[in-house]
């Protein structure tokens, strides 16, 4: 039943235009795979070529050991959720559930026993003889995720489903169907632009610009230990900053432009005086009055009071500014306008090539 | 994915759908078109045809006559009917259902049939003309002619544009009125300057169908034009005229015909290209209350139009009743139902061969219309777009032409069509079609291609996809356009004019025939037959519909 994706040197080209170049990609079986990046990165495309809607213009797909790149998408054995549901609307919601198990011509009773199965696991068996117009969307994708899964498909396709449900739908859905893909282990992947939501679901996601994969890795390795400055800027908030290394003997130091310095003890392939970029996450800058060993120096210019969390924005003595989340102190916010030192944690702190192309950091 | 075998069931469609338009409606054109070169007596080659028509003023004066009467129905129509869609979705009115079905019913008979009402009503004889007469000694001036074809062309036609614009003024956006009125515009102001910009490209549409229709129009020149001659008439009257007929020379007419819709045709598609946008209202403009003068204004207007614009239906249903001498020419003191006795008696096959020829007619147009449309909106490629053309074309065809060109093509021994049910079924085709692939194009439109592939994910072929899937989603609008279609057709006259013979004659001819045989009783008796035909067709329409919107 699970099986494993494997994509190798994938082409796709829009006429004259080349959207994927060259992809190569390997998911596990059973794993809740992600493709997430920006608007137009192609990750949409990608996933349309897995499941058959679009061509494919050079490289192979295959699902375990069979090649599809020729097969109908129909033959594919694969569930899909569209971002817009696309559930039958002159349909039945049993209707809709029971449509794929009809065309696989299973007996009849088998039919409405899977049927009702799936409209139980995906709590909308209540609704069973409704026409989708009179369900709330939320209810409708529920539909839609039941009609995918009923079929028992190889590997389940998923094209933003959640970006048409208000905010906290998003929220109960995505739990929804992260619980009934861990039960049922099927191959799952699962295109989202909302960085928030691909880590709340994936075990592994892959970063996608310009139709070429920036880093594939769990949702911790993604934004602990990012690949380059696009998915250290792409996952998370991030305060880029630009510095120099410093190399004496064994000692590998990053020196900021106020010449606040920071020894490192993970920095590989480095040179004595290299323009670097280092990538500071605003809980990874530290305001700190009492430092002693050097520090960042700057101005509060406001700040944001959340609750669990403060948020500062500060400007740097070089002019920039940077942005800081603190636990949120029983004590006063710092005013506007106070002048503030500030150090980062070196085990966490990101440091890339000057020009973000690669990461610097073991 | 594509696939290997290119010639798949989709590719035979699409080259079946190829053959029958080249067939039924490339060859008869150019048929036309080498014809009107051709000398009628030697069969050689001359341009004579055009010359005799743009040297005699008499032939040349039906051209300009009938872009006047064009132009100036265009004007009244929009005059009439976009102010009506704009009290209809603005204001409340009460009895707003009834209101539409009556404006849409007035559009839905031939025009003819109320060219010969109003000079029942307002001709030289005329009961209203009498009546002023009697009362104030004044003799009001004839409706013959210029005035007479204008008068009933636009109370005919007035509810296309009301119905387009309509449609168009439902899909704007509460906010924009909002947002326009919040920057200092309102009232009038707003109408001119935001509300009709908006509906501009339903307003072009409505002038295109508007346009095409009224200078097609060849029954109310006839009927009440009098010297006032338009070509469609001078088609005709060439081709069955009394005075000895001339084929080339009617060909030669046609031709020039086609040129001038066809100019018009791309001058409003080059004007719809640049006002082109589309609309959809989140917030539907809510209805409010006028005062009570506004009101009142708005009220008359509304009915008080339609009553015009009814007025001589009725007036036939009213003399469908009365009393006439035994052979149906005078009508006679008293009430008796003697007409439609003759009617059922005598002509009961008309009443057959509407149902029978343009029920065939109508399913053929649907079956057809649904394959053209998934092809040019699913299956888009270089056959497909041709296709997509080559269905525009009948716009530009005025009936009567396409009446001429299936009798100059399917008059030989291959294909001896001329006076069966079959040329009549095609002709009505190939008129009708064009209007039913584009509201079927618009449905298939709106589904989203995303339904399609769900249903294949789910292991349905495309096949399958379409007959389970697409087909029942678009049935409801389908089915709502079909009726509309029906009712084009059985009120159908300027092509099947030409084609029909004793067999095949159909309600709408038995209509005319009758008036021209000047056996009134019947003739109205027949024409309260189709508008029967017609209110239950529109009755059945409102069943189905979901909100009234009527997709031409």
Redesign the interface.
């Known amino acids: 039943m699970d099986v494993r994706i494997t994509i190798n040197d994938a082409v796709k080209k829009y006429g004259d235009f080349v959207a994927i170049p060259d992809l190569s990609l390997e998911i596990q079986p059973g794993e809740f795979f992600t493709l997430l990046g920006p608007s137009g990165c192609g990750k949409t495309t990608l996933l349309r070529m897995i499941a058959g809607f679009n061509s494919i213009e050079g490289g192979k797909f295959y699902f375990g050991e069979r090649l599809i790149n020729d097969l109908d998408p129909s033959k594919r054995n694969i569930g899909m959720v569209f971002q817009n549901y696309a559930i039958f609307p002159h349909l039945t919601v049993r209707k809709n559930v029971a449509f794929g198990l009809k065309n696989k011509k299973l007996p009849k009773d088998q039919i409405k026993a899977k049927t009702d199965e799936f409209m139980a696991l995906m709590k909308i068996d209540e609704y069973a003889d409704r026409l989708p117009e009179k369900l709330s969307g939320g209810q409708q994708q529920r539909v839609a995720l039941a009609r995918a899964l009923a079929i028992e498909p190889e590997v389940l396709l998923m094209d933003e489903p959640l970006s048409n449900l208000d905010a906290k739908l998003r929220v109960e859905m995505r739990t929804a169907i992260k619980e009934i893909q861990n039960r049922l282990g099927i191959t799952t992947v699962y295109v989202t632009h909302d960085q928030e939501e691909a880590m709340a679901v994936s075990d592994r996601i892959a970063v996608m610009n310009l139709g070429v994969i920036q880093q594939i890795g769990t949702p911790k390795a993604l934004y602990q230990r990012p690949a380059n400055r696009f998915v250290a800027t792409f996952i998370g908030r991030t305060n880029l900053m630009d510095a120099i290394v410093k190399v004496s003997g064994a000692e590998k130091c990053i020196v900021f432009n106020n010449g606040y310095t920071v020894k490192m003890d993970n920095l590989t392939d480095v040179t004595d005086g290299q323009k670097v970029c280092v990538s500071v996450r605003p809980e990874e800058l530290v305001i700190d009055t009492t430092s002693e060993g050097g520090s960042l120096t700057g101005k509060v210019l406001y700040s944001t009071f959340l609750g669990l969390n403060t948020h500062y924005v500060v400007e740097l003595s070089d002019g920039t500014r940077a942005e800081i989340i603190q636990e949120s102190q029983i004590d006063d916010i710092i005013e506007n306008g106070t002048e503030v030192k500030m150090v980062v944690k070196a085990e966490k702190i990101n440091v890339f090539t000057e020009d973000g192309e690669k990461t610097l950091v073991k | ?3 290997k075998a290119k010639f798949d069931f989709w590719v035979i469609a699409s080259l079946a759908v190829l053959v029958l338009y080249l067939l039924f409606m490339v060859y008869p054109l150019l048929k036309i078109v080498s014809q009107s070169v051709l000398d009628e007596k030697t069969g050689k080659l001359t341009m004579k045809h055009f010359v005799k028509f743009f040297s005699q003023p008499y032939y040349f004066r039906t051209l300009t006559n009938s872009f006047k009467v064009a132009l100036f129905t265009c004007l009244i129509s929009l005059v009439l009917g976009i102010p009506l869609a704009y009290f209809y979705n603005m204001y409340e009115i009460k009895g707003r259902k009834l209101l539409q079905m009556l404006i849409i019913l007035s559009s839905m008979s031939a025009p003819f049939i109320g060219a010969y009402a109003w000079v029942q009503l307002l001709g030289r004889a005329g009961v209203i003309t009498k009546l002023i007469k009697s009362l104030t000694g004044v003799t009001i001036p004839p409706i013959y002619g210029f005035n007479g074809i204008l008068l009933v062309l636009s109370l005919k036609l007035f509810p296309l544009v009301f119905m387009y614009v309509s449609g168009a003024m439902k899909n704007v956006d509460k906010s924009l009125l909002e947002a326009s009125a919040n920057m200092g515009v309102s009232g009038v102001k707003r109408f001119f300057t935001v509300v009709i910009p908006l509906c501009m490209p339903s307003i072009l549409a409505a002038t295109l169908m508007v346009f095409m229709r009224s200078i097609a129009d060849f029954g109310t020149p006839l009927m009440i034009g009098e010297g006032y001659t338009t070509f469609p008439v001078i088609i005709y009257k060439e081709y069955v005229g009394e005075m000895g007929t001339n084929h080339n020379f009617a060909a030669a007419i046609a031709v020039i015909a086609i040129l001038i819709t066809l100019m018009f045709f791309l001058v409003q598609r080059y004007l719809t290209k640049k006002n082109s946008f589309s609309m959809s209202a989140m917030n539907h403009v809510e209805r409010k209350k006028a005062k009570p003068v506004t009101n009142f204004f708005i009220h008359l207007y509304g009915y008080g139009l339609v009553a015009v614009a009814l007025l001589p239906q009725l007036y036939l249903v009213y003399l469908s009743f009365r009393k006439t001498n035994s052979s149906g020419e005078v009508f006679q003191q008293g009430f008796s139902l003697q007409s439609y006795q003759h009617v059922f008696k005598k002509m009961g096959n008309t009443i057959w061969n509407t149902v029978t020829i343009c029920g065939l007619a109508l399913i053929l147009i649907i079956v057809l219309a649904i394959l053209i449309s998934y092809l040019t909106v699913r299956r888009r490629n270089v056959l497909n777009a041709t296709i997509d053309t080559l269905s525009m074309v009948p716009y530009v065809i005025p009936g009567a032409v396409v009446g001429i060109s299936m009798i100059l093509a399917f008059n030989n021994k291959y294909m001896p069509l001329v006076g069966t049910a079959a040329i009549m079924v095609i002709a009505m085709c190939v008129r009708r079609i064009p209007y039913t692939i584009r509201s079927s194009v618009a449905i298939l439109s709106q589904i ?1 291609l ?2 399609d ?9 495309k096949f ?1 996809t379409l007959v ?2 697409t087909i ?2 678009m ?1 409801n609008g389908i089915f709502a356009g079909a009726i509309m279609s029906w009712v084009t057709l059985i009120t159908e006259l300027s092509s099947s004019m030409l084609l029909y013979s004793r067999k095949t004659q159909t309600l709408n001819i038995a209509v005319y025939k009758a008036v021209a045989n000047a056996t009134d009783g019947r003739a109205c008796a027949l024409a309260t037959v189709v508008s029967v035909f017609t209110v239950i067709s529109l009755i059945l329409f409102n069943k189905v519909s979901k909100d009234g919107e009527i997709m031409m």
């Open positions: 994915m594509k696939k989203p995303s339904i592939e769900a249903a294949e994910s789910l292991g349905a072929g399958k389970k899937v029942p989603m049935f």
